[in-house]
Antibody, heavy 121, light 106 residues
Framework: QVQLVQSGAEVKKPGASVKVSCKASGYTFTSYGISWVRQAPGQGLEWMGWISAYNGNTNYAQKLQGRVTMTTDTSTSTAYMELRSLRSDDTAVYYCARILAGYSSGRFDPWGQGTLVTVSS | DIQMTQSPSSLSASVGDRVTITCRASQSISSYLNWYQQKPGKAPKLLIYAASSLQSGVPSRFSGSGSGTDFTLTISSLQPEDFATYYC????????FGQGTKLEIK
């Protein structure tokens, strides 16, 4: 079955960077994009950006431009999201999701299980 | 950016009730509207896409309607497993989510 499995929880200090992985299985990785969404504690969902697993093209949310980088490793069917210059308000659960039917006009299914990133001094 | 506003923010209902959640876009998004269900501690799950198409495996008691700026998610007869938070998402201009509607047991 189609599955996305994310890396484990992280604790980082303000100013540090974090890199979260998302390993795909059960489908042809390069045929779809991967989107990243985060959810601060008790809050709603915030779209962060997407990456094409076919050619590496990216589209980032304006709010995160300059701090976020999304990459893929097609040899291992894994997507990565790196966030730099971490602040306390970056504390959140980070999700990856497969994009169906168009990178910027599609829908997300399935989702990874989520990775909690805690930013604290 | 396109803003998505859901109402109500929270809702109390009983098993067997018919429930409707509304989502309004700040500009026309045609039918580029998806609905997700999220249970505590779990990832969101796709329910409805393109405003009214039921995702495979989702029970038929869930339905979606609307186009342009106004959309609804309807649950025809609430089941115990439906108590969760629901989010709309526009996919007309990249992606934006609504703030969520928490559906609680009355």
């Amino acid at each position: 079955q189609v599955q996305l499995v994310q890396s484990g929880a992280e604790v980082k200090k303000p100013g540090a960077s974090v890199k979260v992985s998302c390993k795909a299985s059960g489908y042809t990785f390069t045929s779809y994009g991967i989107s990243w969404v985060r959810q601060a504690p008790g809050q709603g969902l915030e779209w962060m950006g997407w990456i094409s697993a076919y050619n590496g093209n990216t589209n980032y949310a304006q709010k995160l431009q300059g701090r976020v980088t999304m990459t893929t490793d097609t040899s291992t069917s894994t997507a990565y999201m790196e966030l730099r210059s971490l602040r306390s308000d970056d504390t959140a659960v980070y999700y990856c999701a497969r994009i169906l039917a168009g990178y910027s006009s599609g829908r997300f299914d399935p989702w990874g299980q989520g990775t909690l990133v805690t930013v604290s001094s | 950016d396109i803003q998505m506003t859901q109402s109500p923010s929270s809702l109390s209902a009983s098993v067997g009730d018919r429930v409707t959640i509304t989502c309004r876009a700040s500009q026309s998004i045609s039918s580029y509207l998806n609905w997700y269900q999220q249970k505590p501690g779990k990832a969101p799950k796709l329910l409805i896409y393109a405003a009214s198409s039921l995702q495979s495996g989702v029970p038929s008691r869930f339905s979606g309607s609307g186009s342009g700026t106004d959309f609804t998610l309807t649950i025809s007869s609430l089941q115990p497993e439906d108590f969760a938070t629901y989010y709309c998402q526009q996919s007309y201009s990249v992606y934006t989510f609504g703030q969520g509607t928490k559906l609680e047991i009355k």
